[in-house]
């Protein structure tokens, strides 16, 4: 059962005006989610594989469910208290886990995606080179000295890559929505509200024989400590990747603005996503009880601190789709052409 508010015991005042933080919602999470239905409309007609499919999928994550459950996050951050009932506690509390957790695996999938695409197309680019070095051997051998000059002179190794095997992006999808739905179900099942002291009603896990514990020392794993570790180890590759990255061997532009892009989202992770999972294992390991959630947020700076987090949480995804536009050149020329002819552009 939901808890009612007593009005005999006074309610603690709201740490920003609501009216000013609502502002400042409706315009973040707004541009956010047009910003998001247009980059999902400019990548539809190209999302049956490759990085467009999985862009597509992050579009609907942030759009649909980031969006709304941050939003609820930051109203009752602000209030110190959850005012949305029962029904919206459990909305809120699973679809925050199974979008967050979906949002950082898949931005770590584009950029293992980036990078396996790359080598494919590297090692089919090394194929071709030692094929034609071999065709030149066979040239001189059985030609005059002038056309071996010819032949000698240097030459572009142009690759069709329309006729090279893509990589699948099957598998990780797969493993990456059954990751979320995992972690999300207990969080579906559990969630409830509690009446505390201070007229404050909280959102929470029911405790029962320590498996709240549990769950969330596996939300802390999967959430904060994995996706660290595979984003930290992915960028120093992609980095490395994109520093010897010989253009004159590969003649695909679009690879390079896929390492540039793989390499700013994770950026923008570690800037502005990264500070709410540290602010969440803190409250894992320092507020064992509901009276320490309790206090948290009662405490000025701690709610202070929570505001910001996930305020950064929300602008990331504002910044998601705009880091798209940026350095995927086809899309940026789809929209401006839809946005200015109304007309549609030829893929390249």
Known sequence: MTAELDPAIPATEPVLPPLVLAVFIACIAGAGFFANCVLFAAVLRRATNGIYSIIAQLTVIDSLLLCVSIAFELW???????????????????????ASTASLYLVATIALHTLATINLQEKVTAQRLKRISSDEEE????????????????????????TVDTVSVVPPSVFVWILSASLSIPEFTLSTTLRLDHNTIVCTLVDTGHRVDILYSMLALFNFYLPTLLMSATGIILFRKFKSYRPALIEQVESKQALKLSLYLIVSYFVLCAPRSIFY????????????????QQNETLVRISLVVSSLYLVAIFIRPLLCFTFLPRMRKKVSCKLYDGTDVEEL
């Open 281 to 296: 294992v803190y409250g894992f390991y320092s507020m064992s009880s509901i009276d320490d959630r309790n206090s948290l």
């Open 139 to 162: 040239t001189r051998s059985s030609h005059s000295l002038v056309e071996h000059e010819a032949s000698s002179q240097p030459r572009t190794v142009l690759v069709d890559y329309r």
């Open 76 to 98: 009752s951050y602000n209030n110190r208290t959850w005012t949305f009932g029962r029904a919206g506690c459990i909305a809120f509390r699973g679809t925050s886990v199974l």
